[in-house]
């Protein structure tokens, strides 16, 4: 069976939680996608 395929927003979460986790600085292009930005905040916030 192959991997389960994770959708771009699942694998942005990810990437935003191994960052704080590891004390990374996270980058979030805000003018993609300017309704996430919070949320793109607040999950990197709650793993630092």
């Given at each position: 069976?192959?991997?389960?395929?994770?959708t771009?927003?699942?694998?942005?979460?990810?990437?935003?939680?191994?960052?704080?986790?590891?004390?990374?600085?996270?980058?979030?292009?805000?003018h993609?996608?300017p309704?996430?930005?919070?949320?793109?905040?607040?999950?990197?916030?709650?793993?630092?």
């Amino acid at each position: 069976m192959a991997p389960r395929r994770h959708t771009p927003e699942e694998s942005v979460t990810k990437l935003r939680q191994l960052a704080a986790h590891f004390g990374l600085p996270y980058v979030f292009a805000s003018h993609f996608a300017p309704d996430m930005l919070e949320e793109a905040l607040h999950v990197y916030r709650i793993n630092v």
